[in-house]
């Protein structure tokens, strides 16, 4: 032996690649372990050094929460192992990119500490060093150190002011929470905002570290609030710190010029510079450096954030059926971002439908529910508008008062459970659409699915313990001039026992959101130039924009069919399909036409605030096409016979 192949690293490293065989179990190791002298301390240890052994040593020491333990050091260091991301997700609805980050499960290390004890915690606790070389055990253990109380929080925040270190700063959250939570969160929180305040003397790159570690320290003070996310916790600090921000909605003088910031009823937040009572198209030099200029100019900033987090936050609560208390909707309609956003969606509460107004759920047709405190209320999702029957109302209620959604709520595309597909523990609904890898993964990231290396597309719903997965055979972190992927069945399993479950037990709500997403990936990211055809849900959904579209500009030449819109013009008859766009002449031709939605801009109304290019696009030429003794275009002129 030469180097360093000492029997110390030659055994070490044998442990490290060596795997359990088919025949290995907890039996068979107490066989081979009988009249030695290792100790429990170090068969933890090599649990956790060599991960691949942890369930046949918890099967032989017998200790509950074992495995789930030495997987919480293991997702709580500074370098994570990514392919571990499915057996971590097992215990975390945590991304494995914001636990690399600093997020920290709380509940997670508490049902580790209840499980294993203060004594076996802490073998473990010590056990830590072996994961990995270096120090990135520690943040796994300054997070324990915190929440068990042994950080103290003066002392903490003196070190932080001091060494600005940033896992001491996500740590700072988990620390347990004084007698008065809500005046203690308050008061870490601006704390918080104070730090990062102070990180702007710094230069660009620790800024934006610091940035994130606060925005980590957050989302672990969130769930040491027990809040189910960061941005519900920030709404609730943001509104009691509300009022300090009021001057800034109000003009302040500076010379002889009026400042102050506008918010619309669509969220579209400006600072507005007046002289003389005229507004001014832009700041005078002169006040460019003003201290109180840079002051609002920070707070739009945060407005236009807050909105972002806002908008973002309320279609996944929608998505997720999360409820929320009446005292809660009724302290969020004091916040001038969050309350514009409110006031266009339909809420649901018991059997009753409606959108919040003044402590009430006000129904399409206007009967009124009082709002209790204590009253739970959700973000009524398409299905429950499907299922009440009064889906038809609140669409034609939308447009009659022109309101646009702050996203696609009571016109969103619902996906409902085909005959083919009950009774089966598989959808093939998109089997054999090939799509793009970079695309699809960029796609499905902003809609929580988890990209894992070795199990492919997952998406992990915790609450209802269900894992939906998207079958292809693919490496999705290949390059792309490797063959693309042909997507094939999508299936539901339990998330603790991995078992296929049947489509009929898996809540319609999942069921939708899935095809919705995989919908979406095949629509966007699909392999060619021509667009595959919109499926069923897309077309109702167009064909209902369209229709009270026609209304609000008085067209009565136009029917539909099931795919298409169908025109008696003055010059001849069309068919418009609803999924591709593509123009037919009754007894005649295709006709080929550019996509014209940006000639109706700001005429055709869309009732979301999301882009949907092809629905303006198709509703652009319907109204183009219902209007045909207008049509000006030579070119198009001449392909109508």
Same mark, same amino acid.
């Given at each position: ?37 290792? *100790? ?42 990514? +392919? ?27 049902? /580790? ?9 802490? @073998? ?16 796994? #253990? ?7 109380? +042994? ?69 672990? =003070?969130?769930?040491? @609030? ?10 609730? @600090? ?18 002889? %010029? ?43 900033? +945060? ?27 009724? +302290? ?38 009082? %709002? ?51 009774? #089966? ?116 959904? #167009? ?34 399909? =609803? ?24 005429? /055709? ?9 092809? *629905? ?26």
């Amino acid at each position: 032996m030469g180097g360093n192949d000492t029997k110390k690293s030659v055994l070490s490293h044998l442990l490290k690649v060596c795997y359990p065989a088919e025949k290995d179990n907890s039996k068979e190791l107490a066989k081979k372990l009988k009249g030695t002298d290792i *100790t429990e301390q170090r068969l933890i240890e090599v649990a956790m050094y060599s991960s691949q052994w942890i369930e046949i040593i918890e099967g032989y020491l017998g200790w509950k929460g074992l495995v789930s333990g030495c997987y919480y050091f293991q997702a709580h260091m500074s370098d994570v192992d990514r +392919n571990k991301g499915g057996l971590i997700a097992k215990y975390t609805p945590i991304s494995i990119d914001d636990l690399m980050d600093g997020a920290f499960d709380i509940d997670w290390f508490n049902s /580790v500490y209840k499980e294993l004890g203060a004594k076996r915690f802490e @073998m473990l606790y010590d056990s830590a060093k072996y994961i990995s070389d270096g120090a990135k055990h520690t943040r796994a #253990r300054m997070f324990a150190d915190a929440v068990l109380g +042994n950080l103290k929080l003066k002392e903490t925040e003196k070190k932080i002011e001091d060494k600005r270190n940033k896992d001491l700063v996500a740590s700072y959250s988990l620390i347990p929470l004084l007698k008065d939570k809500q005046k203690d969160a308050l008061h870490r929180y601006q704390f918080l905002q104070k730090f990062l305040k102070e990180s702007k003397k710094f230069g660009a790159q620790r800024r934006a570290s610091e940035a994130k570690a606060i925005n980590i320290s957050l989302e672990n =003070l969130s769930r040491n @609030m027990g809040y189910s996310d960061v941005t519900r916790l920030i709404w609730n @600090m943001e509104t009691e710190l509300i009022n300090e921000m009021k001057e800034y909605f109000e003009p302040k003088k500076l010379d002889d %010029v009026d400042v102050y910031i506008k918010i619309d009823d669509l969220v579209q937040s400006e600072i507005i510079y007046e002289k003389a009572g005229k507004e001014l198209k832009s700041l005078p030099t002169k006040l460019k450096k003003d201290k109180y200029i840079e002051a609002i100019k920070e707070v739009h900033k +945060n407005l236009k954030e807050q909105y972002r987090r806002s908008r973002k936050m309320l279609e996944e609560a929608m998505e997720d059926g999360t409820e929320f208390y009446g005292y809660e909707i009724e +302290n969020l309609m004091t916040n001038p971002v969050i309350a514009p956003i409110l006031k266009s969606l339909v809420f649901k509460m018991g059997n009753d439908l409606g959108y919040y107004v003044d402590k009430k759920l006000k129904s399409a047709k206007k009967k009124s529910v009082a %709002v209790k405190d204590d009253s739970l209320l959700k973000i009524a999702h398409c299905f429950d508008l499907f299922e009440s029957g009064e889906w038809a109302t609140y669409q034609k209620d939308i447009f009659d008062r022109e309101l646009k959604q702050p996203f696609k709520q009571v016109f969103r595309e619902l996906y409902i459970k085909t005959v083919d597909e009950k009774g #089966r523990d598989k959808s093939l609904r998109y089997a054999g659409h090939q799509v793009q890898p970079s695309k699809t993964v960029a796609l499905l990231k902003t809609r929580r699915w988890i990209i894992d290396g070795q199990k492919g597309l997952e998406k992990v719903y915790y609450k209802e313990n269900i894992i939906a997965k998207i079958f292809a055979l693919a490496d999705w972190f290949s390059p792309a001039d490797i063959e693309a992927p042909t997507l094939e069945e999508v299936q539901f399993f339990d998330r603790k026992t991995f078992k296929p479950i049947l489509i009929d037990d898996v809540p319609d709500l999942i069921f939708t959101e899935v095809m919705r997403d995989i919908d979406l990936v095949v629509s966007v990211a699909h392999i060619g130039d021509v667009d595959p055809e919109a499926n069923h849900s897309t077309i109702e959904m #167009r064909k209902a924009i369209i229709e009270f579209n026609c209304k609000l500009f008085k067209l009565k030449n136009v029917t539909f069919t099931e795919n298409h819109a169908l025109i008696k013009g003055e010059r001849a008859e069309y068919s418009i399909h =609803l999924g591709s766009g593509l123009i037919h002449q009754k007894a005649g031709s295709a006709i080929n036409v550019l996509p014209v939605h940006s000639q109706h801009r700001g005429r /055709v109304f869309l009732p979301f605030i999301d882009d949907d290019p092809k *629905t303006a696009e198709i509703m652009a030429k319907v109204l183009l096409f219902a209007q045909d003794d207008k049509i000006k275009d030579v070119f198009i002129l001449e392909q109508i016979k």
